[in-house]
């Protein structure tokens, strides 16, 4: 049985609207299959990508995922027709929802409690809760003809999972304001080079394969090491900066990385002039 194979027997059962393979040892790739309707994210997507991602953060064996999307869209973000169906029936639970969800929109857009690394690779446009998404993952390999919009103001809605305060942040007020209040749209270019939220714009035959090299780039260090990192990135967007740093010196990923085999391996290998064999680390 092959790595691949064995994967895929132990990944949770989901719906044709979720693509999922394992293109490189240690990394998963997640493609949202709902082409016909520009990848909007449905409710059987949304459990999908919620089973998915939880047994991804407890595989040991997985170090890294890539979220892309099949056909000419990366993600068109929420069904609007659902959501309209929803308001007309009466079912008015946005602010509820909101405020309970632990993921947020597509599983992704609040993720706090993974120490993974996830690189989004955007095929094509993303709009509303697709770049919510976007602005959770780590890394974003763009489409050269790619464009992110916030549209949420031109539909009478708002961009409520956590992409306000993220990109306030990332791109400050007033480009954040230009986003979040025109709802227009903006290239792959300007969201690397103004808006600071894409880290590579490739052609679009290149998008998977750019994605797949980060990947492979991260699976070459310490996934210990990578994954205390990332905490350490999502401690400082919670705390100042000594609560932050205190705070990571202290946690159980941190134990985890210090005690572990790989920091003797890396150790090791530097001492012996050779490159290191990492393990899986221990589940938490």
Known sequence: ???????????????EELEVSFPLEHVLLLTLNRPGHLNAVSRQLHDDLTAVLR??????????????????????????????????EGR????????????????????HTSCKPIIAAVNGSAYGGGVELVLNCDMVIASED?????????????????????LAKIAGHQLASEMLLLGNPVSAVQARDRFRFVNAVVDKSQVLSTALDVARQITLNSPDSVQSSKE?????????????????????????????????????AFAEKRRPAWTNPSRL
């Open 232 to 268: 350490g990135l999502i401690l400082a967007q919670k705390h100042h900066f000594e609560e932050a740093v205190r705070t990571h010196s202290l946690s159980v990923v941190g134990k985890r990385l210090y005690n572990g085999q790989n920091i003797k391996e890396g150790l090791a």
């Open 1 to 15: 049985m092959t790595l691949s194979t064995d994967l895929s027997s132990k990944a949770p059962s989901h719906s």
């Open 146 to 166: 790619a464009v992110f919009a916030l549209p949420e103001v031109k539909r009478g809605v708002v961009a409520a999972q956590g992409v306000i305060p993220r």
């Open 92 to 111: 008015v639970t946005e602010q509820e929802s909101v405020a309970s969800s632990l993921h947020g929109f597509a599983a992704i857009s609040r993720r």
């Open 55 to 88: 047994w991804f953060d407890e595989e040991p064996s997985l170090w890294v995922v890539i979220i892309t999307g099949q056909g000419r869209a990366f993600c068109a973000g929420a069904d609007l027709k659902a959501w309209y169906q929803d308001q007309m």
